[in-house]
């Protein structure tokens, strides 16, 4: 008799599961937006070090290994040998790499959308990219910043903040339930910056540098 109660209440659990997911999947696709700031001991002038040249950013990106800079001339990608030459239009290949998953390698192309040297870049995603974002968003665009500290993060000492924003499309039923009941956790997922990684940014180049683990504060 209790077994038959428990699978009974095991089957009403996963219709109740299954039904939510369902409903909330449905509809229309829709813009998610997602917004996050990260506190810094370093100044804003040792923070915005780490945006300026390509060769930096493996330090506080998810798996990328490197970063290849293109300008783009009447349709044409001409490469750019200078890491740090960023300029708004250009194209930026990611190329990324899952730590000891090689054999999971891929690229995400993006173009240059607004650049303000040693402050902030932003990103519109290319339709030639590969990756987790591709499979369940669209017109995916993102940014990371250096800005001043608000009055709460001053009170507490720290001098600056590392600050990232991202807005798209869902494309999926997935991508559309986590949307709705949990917008935080499907950005941070497909977000490619390491926004706890930059704002500790001196630490983190010097334990890539090592091969040490990330430092986190």
Do not use: C
């Not at 493996?58 to 001409?78: A, Q």
């Not at 730590?99 to 339709?127: D, M, Q």
């Not at 956790?185 to 704002?199: E, G, S």
């Amino acid at each position: 008799m209790k077994n038959a109660r428990l699978w009974t209440s095991l089957a009403v659990i996963a219709l109740v599961t299954t039904g939510t997911i369902e409903y909330f999947s449905r509809g229309p696709d829709f813009e998610v937006l997602w917004s996050r700031s990260i506190p810094s001991l370093l100044k804003k002038e040792d923070l915005a070090v780490a945006l300026g040249d390509t060769k930096n950013w493996p330090v506080f990106h998810h798996e990328l290994k490197e970063t290849k800079l293109f300008r783009v001339n009447g349709g044409t990608e001409v490469p750019v040998a200078e890491s740090n030459r960023l300029e708004t239009g250009m194209h930026v290949t990611f190329k990324m790499e899952p730590v000891a998953k090689e054999w999971k390698r891929y690229e995400i192309r993006a173009e240059i959308t607004s650049l303000n040297p040693g402050k902030s870049v932003a990103f519109r995603l290319l339709p030639e990219s590969r990756g987790k974002i591709t499979e369940v968003l669209g017109d995916y665009e993102w940014s990371f910043s250096v800005i001043d500290p608000d009055e709460k993060m001053k009170a507490r000492g720290y001098l600056s903040a590392a600050a990232g924003e991202a807005h798209a499309r869902t494309l999926t039923g997935r991508a559309r339930f986590f949307g709705r009941i949990a917008a935080k956790i499907l950005m941070n997922q497909t977000y490619p910056v390491d926004l706890a990684r930059l704002a500790n940014y001196e630490e983190n180049k010097e334990a890539r540098a090592g091969d040490y683990a990330p430092v986190y504060k």
